[in-house]
């Protein structure tokens, strides 16, 4: 019988992950497959070693080091000590996982990384721990293939997952009804992020400028989406007491049935892409990290639709540029622009064109059983 050891880091991870134990436990009877995941890698017949949420933190904690550390530790213990898998396969979560990897190296395991660091973006030097700790890399971006090969690394393109993955747009008279929306006013839909921090660091603004917009233009409607993986009372702590909707575990649906969006940088921009709804990008954080991130950064966009294209698709409001004015006027455009706005959809519907159509879960699948 042969094992795999599955290690991810955030509910994004997890889903992914599902979706190739699905396949793998499709194609091989005899294989088991053990991980660090929730729900989703649960469900598709993995035992799971630990669940994931205390890995999906963001920013720099006492706390969070010394969990991350501990994990780490029980984890290689059991790994090379006690379960002895045939293959690891890491994804995401790079910082976590490269700390693994380094572990594991040379004890007679495979390793694999889906969907790498993106060492494109920022910390290039990265790479130099990849091609020495990782087997072969699975990459779900066309453009980081020849920067692997440049490296000597053995890699696969596999395509994006929310290629495939992504459910179809909701029906918009259905959403709206359930949701007691009017269809006859614009619906304009807060995403203001998955974790704490960004909550901490983005909602209070986030609130503002919504309110702002509907003394403005008092025919426009307002959701707020909580993120599913934030318990409630995280998410409550930064976002009560508000005049506005809040709808929980339907992020799709709200992506793809908005007139507009302000969301929190982050994968959710490119899903809105490939609904081709269009949107403002707002972040902020700790001072000091933004002048670490300024430090490191290889590229000036943070926003993955205009990182893909290329070119700036759609307004990126970071750090000093994040306040209520601007994300009220970039909305407005959206909005009220029929020019600006038919041109965001048009180049957001190239965005997809970029990315292929082969289906990552199947690719990854494939490439983990040449290896076994």
């Not at 992504?166 to 008279?173: I, Y």
Request: hydrophobic share 40%; aromatic share 10%; proline share 4%.
């Amino acid at each position: 019988m042969k094992k795999i050891f599955i290690i991810t880091g955030e509910h994004s991870g997890d889903i992914h992950a599902g979706k190739v134990v699905e396949i793998l436990k499709s194609q091989n009877s005899d294989l088991e497959i053990h991980g660090i995941g929730g729900d989703n890698l649960k469900n598709a017949g993995a035992t799971i070693f630990c669940d994931h949420s205390k890995m999906s933190g963001f920013g720099l904690s006492l706390q969070m080091i010394i969990d991350h550390i501990k994990l780490e530790n029980n984890l290689c213990e059991y790994i090379l000590e006690e379960y002895k898998p045939d293959l690891v396969l890491l994804i995401d979560y790079g910082t976590f996982n490269l700390r693994v990897a380094k572990r594991l190296k040379g004890k007679g395991i495979k390793i694999l990384h889906y969907i790498p660091p993106q060492v494109w973006a920022s910390r290039k030097w990265r790479i130099k721990k990849i091609k020495k700790f990782v087997d072969k890399v699975l990459c779900i971006f066309p453009f980081e293939v020849e920067m692997y090969k440049k490296e000597g690394i053995d890699v696969h393109y596999c395509g994006h997952p929310l290629v495939k993955q992504l459910p179809e747009k909701a029906n918009k008279e259905e959403f709206f009804k359930k949701h007691e929306l009017d269809i006859n006013r614009p619906l304009v839909s807060i995403f203001p992020g998955s974790r704490p921090l960004e909550l901490a660091y983005l909602a209070k603004t986030f609130i503002k400028t919504a309110k702002a917009l509907q003394k403005k233009h008092p025919e426009i409607q307002f959701c707020i989406s909580h993120a599913p993986n934030l318990k409630d009372k995280v998410f409550d702590k930064y976002i009560k007491d508000v005049d506005i909707k809040i709808i929980k575990g339907e992020n799709h649906s709200l992506l793809s049935v908005s007139d507009s969006l302000i969301l929190a940088s982050g994968t959710v921009a490119l899903e809105a892409s490939l609904y081709e709804t269009p949107m403002v990008i707002g972040y902020k954080g700790p001072w000091l990290l933004y002048f670490v991130y300024l430090l490191v950064r290889c590229i000036d966009k943070v926003s993955l639709p205009n990182i893909v294209s290329g070119k700036s698709i759609i307004t990126e409001l970071v750090q000093h540029r994040f306040n209520v004015s601007n994300i009220v006027y970039e909305t407005e455009r959206i909005l009220y622009d029929s020019q600006y706005r038919n041109n965001m959809i048009k180049n957001l519907s190239g965005v997809k064109e970029l990315l292929s159509e082969k289906y990552s879960a199947q690719e990854v699948a494939e490439c983990i059983n040449n290896f076994l």
